[in-house]
């Protein structure tokens, strides 16, 4: 049975590099524990299992890549909102200071007799829900009152983005630990599962450091499916990356490497695999053509049809373009086929 791709290796770099992220964040949980002792599985059994770990371990390395662009972004937010929080944290402490200065005058003339202790050491929040006091200072100063208020609104305003923020990225980072803890358990299960195998075995599992070989497009160039084709057998080699669209070295993910495909042949398709499985025309199995997209996991995954029962993909992180057969893992996770 032909293993889709080994991602042994790769899941290590990744469970290293989610570890990092975490332990910098200081979230980082130990995973101990071993496999359970099972019967020793048969080479078919094996080869079985070994493709739908790696199936899942995919899926997550490709979840923990979204996550780690998400988490970027949403810091970058905070550090735009905490300079933000400065500028308007200066606004606020200058009016407060002209205000109370106000404040003082009013009171020792005789204008109001309550306290202005509040005025010099309250917070925004604090000054919002006692704002009727400041409406007891002189008319004459209605415009800075105003304008305090406005600035304590949008201050508290901009500090509740700022928690908001905060909890979002102790969510993301969670969300990381989570799949980390994930990948780990399963390369853990994929490690025990292969030791019981002899070294023949585990060579025939797919687990092992193989490469691919580079091929020859055999399909004319003379249609747009061809030129497809032809496109996507050059990006052979390139490396995976998430949410690429090449090009080579830039790397492609799954989807971006079939819309490029069809792109180098005049057709403009849908960016991500779930819209190209919904938008584009479905083709049954039995009449499938070199240029048709093959559709995986619900939509999850996706790769170019080039003829001979063969497809190529961009895998996932770590692994590089590739020509595998249309068999294994391939039919069983099988959704259907649609072409452009």
Same mark, same amino acid.
């Given at each position: 049975?032909?293993?889709?791709?080994?991602?042994?290796?790769?899941?290590? /770099?990744?469970?290293?590099? &989610?570890?990092?992220?975490?332990?910098?964040? &200081? !979230?980082? !949980?130990?995973?101990?524990?071993?496999?359970? #002792?099972?019967?020793? @599985?048969?080479?078919? +059994?094996?080869?079985?299992?070994?493709?739908?770990?790696?199936? =899942?371990? &995919?899926?997550?390395?490709?979840?923990?890549?979204?996550?780690?662009? /998400?988490?970027? $972004?949403? =810091?970058?937010? !905070?550090?735009?909102?905490?300079?933000?929080? %400065?500028?308007?944290?200066?606004?606020?402490?200058?009016? =407060?200071?002209?205000?109370?200065?106000?404040?003082? #005058?009013?009171?020792?003339?005789?204008?109001?007799?309550?306290?202005?202790?509040?005025?010099? $050491?309250?917070?925004?929040?604090?000054?919002?829900?006692?704002?009727?006091?400041?409406?007891?200072? $002189?008319?004459?100063?209605?415009?800075?009152?105003?304008?305090?208020?406005?600035?304590?609104?949008?201050?508290?305003?901009?500090?509740?983005?700022?928690?908001?923020?905060?909890? &979002?990225?102790?969510?993301?980072?969670?969300?990381?630990?989570?799949?980390? /803890?994930?990948?780990?358990?399963?390369?853990?299960?994929?490690?025990?599962?292969?030791?019981?195998?002899? @070294?023949?075995?585990?060579?025939?599992?797919?687990?092992?450091?193989?490469?691919?070989?580079?091929?020859?497009?055999?399909?004319?160039?003379?249609?747009?499916?061809?030129?497809?084709?032809?496109?996507?057998?050059?990006?052979?080699?390139?490396?995976?990356?998430?949410?690429?669209? %090449?090009?080579?070295?830039?790397?492609?993910?799954?989807? %971006?490497?079939?819309?490029?495909?069809?792109?180098?042949?005049?057709? #403009?398709?849908?960016?991500?695999?779930?819209?190209?499985?919904?938008?584009?025309?479905?083709?049954?199995?039995?009449?499938? +053509?070199?240029?048709?997209?093959?559709?995986?996991?619900?939509?999850?995954?996706?790769?170019?049809?080039?003829?001979?029962?063969?497809?190529?993909?961009? @895998?996932?992180?770590? +692994?590089?373009?590739?020509?595998?057969?249309?068999?294994?893992?391939?039919?069983?996770?099988?959704?259907?086929?649609?072409?452009?």
């Amino acid at each position: 049975m032909h293993t889709p791709r080994s991602v042994h290796k790769v899941v290590r /770099q990744r469970i290293a590099v &989610g570890a990092a992220a975490l332990m910098g964040a &200081g !979230l980082l !949980l130990a995973v101990t524990g071993s496999a359970a #002792a099972a019967p020793t @599985p048969t080479l078919s +059994q094996a080869e079985h299992r070994v493709t739908v770990i790696e199936a =899942r371990l &995919g899926l997550l390395d490709q979840q923990f890549d979204a996550i780690q662009v /998400q988490l970027a $972004s949403v =810091r970058q937010r !905070l550090k735009l909102v905490k300079k933000e929080l %400065g500028v308007y944290g200066a606004q606020f402490a200058d009016l =407060r200071d002209e205000i109370t200065r106000i404040a003082v #005058a009013d009171y020792e003339g005789g204008s109001i007799n309550t306290s202005v202790t509040m005025l010099t $050491s309250g917070n925004a929040q604090q000054i919002l829900n006692k704002s009727s006091m400041l409406q007891e200072l $002189s008319w004459n100063n209605n415009q800075e009152i105003d304008e305090f208020l406005a600035a304590a609104r949008q201050l508290e305003n901009t500090l509740q983005i700022e928690q908001r923020t905060v909890i &979002g990225i102790k969510q993301l980072v969670s969300n990381l630990r989570q799949r980390v /803890q994930a990948m780990n358990k399963m390369s853990r299960q994929e490690e025990a599962l292969v030791a019981e195998l002899s @070294p023949t075995e585990q060579a025939d599992t797919g687990t092992g450091e193989t490469g691919t070989t580079p091929v020859t497009d055999p399909i004319a160039t003379t249609t747009q499916a061809g030129k497809a084709v032809k496109y996507a057998y050059d990006q052979i080699g390139c490396p995976y990356v998430y949410g690429g669209t %090449g090009p080579c070295p830039d790397g492609f993910d799954c989807s %971006g490497l079939t819309m490029m495909s069809w792109a180098a042949a005049g057709v #403009a398709i849908p960016r991500t695999s779930e819209d190209q499985w919904a938008d584009l025309a479905a083709v049954s199995v039995n009449d499938l +053509q070199p240029g048709d997209i093959l559709v995986f996991l619900d939509g999850g995954h996706v790769g170019l049809y080039v003829g001979n029962n063969q497809l190529i993909q961009a @895998p996932q992180t770590g +692994q590089d373009v590739q020509l595998v057969a249309f068999t294994g893992w391939f039919r069983e996770n099988f959704d259907g086929a649609v072409r452009p």
